[in-house]
């Protein structure tokens, strides 16, 4: 069964950085799948926090993610990763990896899911 498992969550200091990783597992055209990341903070929506292309050629980011957070790809090793730096407390969410057909797909939520990994940020 094709799946997606994230890690690399945890808690961080306000200012500290982390870096999740998605592997997709048993996906044999994740090297042709748009992917990206989510997060849901308690009491609140799942909201998008990045996109990549299959290729990793092109990119996008909710506005709070811009300049602190770097999403990358690595399609040898079926691997997606967010690199998240300057953390603050608004940050603390789970942290969902998605992939599908298209970057329109994955941007709207429509993909698949990981089942998510804690990250808190401790001010």
């Known amino acids: 069964q094709p799946h997606l498992v994230e890690s690399g969550g945890g808690l961080v200091q306000a200012g500290g950085s982390l870096r999740l990783s998605c592997e997709a597992s048993?996906?044999?055209?994740?090297?042709?799948?748009?992917t990206g990341w989510f997060r849901q903070a308690p009491g609140k929506e799942r909201e998008f926090v990045a996109y990549i292309s299959w290729s990793g050629g092109s990119t996008y980011y909710a506005d709070f993610a811009k300049d602190r957070f770097t999403i990358s790809r690595d399609n040898a090793r079926n691997m997606v990763y967010l690199q998240m730096s300057n953390l603050i407390v608004d940050d603390t969410a789970i942290y969902y990896c998605?992939?599908?057909?298209?970057?329109?797909?994955?941007?709207?939520?429509?993909?698949?899911w990981g089942r998510g990994t804690q990250v808190t940020v401790s001010s």
């Open positions: 048993g996906r044999t055209s994740f090297d042709s799948e748009a």
């Open positions: 998605t992939a599908g057909d298209t970057g329109t797909t994955v941007v709207a939520g429509h993909g698949s």
